[in-house]
Every structure is written in C-alpha cells, then in structure tokens.
C-alpha cells in the first residue's frame, strides 16, 4: 500500500523517537495513525507499515490482531467493547454483551444496519469490581451498566448519532 505524504510524515515524526535500528517500535503508533485516517486497519496497510518500518508484514500482524483498539474491519461510529473476561462473567458481563446485541439486533462482532453502532466482546478492561465494564470508541470506560444503565447508554449514543 502506497500511503500520503502527510501519513508519511507522521510516521516518520513517530520514528524518529526511537533509534534508527528500533524503528520498528513505532508500530503502534502507525497503526493509530492508518486507523485514523482510514478508519479500519487493512491487510494492505498492514503490509505497508510493514514495508516502512522494516519489520516483516506477519509481525505488524500480530500487533493488530493482540490489541482490541485496532479495527480490522470497518466499524460504526459507536464501537462498543463489553469486557467479558472471566471476572466480568461472573459479575455480568455476558448478560450485558448479550442485552447489547439483542437491543440492536446484532451479533457479537457485528454492526447495525445504519452503521451507528459496532458491538465487541472485549478482553480484561481492567476494571473488573466495577463489572459490568464497557469501553466505548477505545476512550470511554463505563462501569456497572445494569441492562437499564445500557438503554439509557443506546438512547443518548442514538440521539446523537
């Protein structure tokens, strides 16, 4: 993938924070930056990094697919992550994944019709005494979000969208 001169410029500013043979520590960051500008993190931008930072394209891989903040595929304007770890489960985390999906009319991993909302089981949040736990858009953690916290949660998302 042939990237901008202006996303280049942001990976090169990212680089240049580590030494010239660790560049390939800025992986994190271009991926953030492919993300933002192009929503969703594809195999082709994948490859690209890759190809910038000298690192071998299944490498760069391995970092999209561990961190659930990397989209791979594109998502709705709301994403939300429902943590359910273990801890979570045993405080309701499943039940609230579960209230999500059915009050949208998706599947876990799936979006809405009209692209407002992505729903995501998660991985530990930690913040797991606080449980129910959601993160929402990879920036908002929301705690205890009983079934009728989760309406009230949908309805101002929706108004908003």
Do not use: W
Not at 39 to 61: K, N, R, S
Not at 96 to 116: E, F, I, K, M, N
């Amino acid at each position: 993938m042939t990237f901008s001169d202006s996303i280049l410029a942001r990976f090169a500013k990212e680089m240049a924070k580590y030494p010239a043979d660790q560049k390939q520590s800025a992986v994190m960051a271009c991926l953030a930056i492919v993300q933002q500008e192009q929503g969703h993190v594809t195999p082709e931008a994948e490859a690209g990094i890759a190809a910038v930072l000298g690192m071998a394209p299944i490498a760069v891989h391995e970092v999209t697919t561990f961190y659930n903040m990397y989209n791979q595929q594109p998502v709705g304007k709301y994403k939300l992550n429902v943590c359910t770890n273990l801890p979570c489960q045993l405080r309701d985390g499943q039940t609230a994944l579960q209230h999500v999906c059915q009050r949208l009319g998706v599947q876990p991993y799936g979006s809405t019709a009209d692209g407002v909302f992505t729903v995501q089981p998660s991985e530990c949040l930690g913040a797991c005494a606080d449980a129910p736990v959601m993160l929402v858009n990879d920036r908002q953690m929301l705690s205890f979000m009983t079934n009728e916290r989760l309406d009230e949660l949908l309805d101002t998302l929706k108004a908003h969208s």
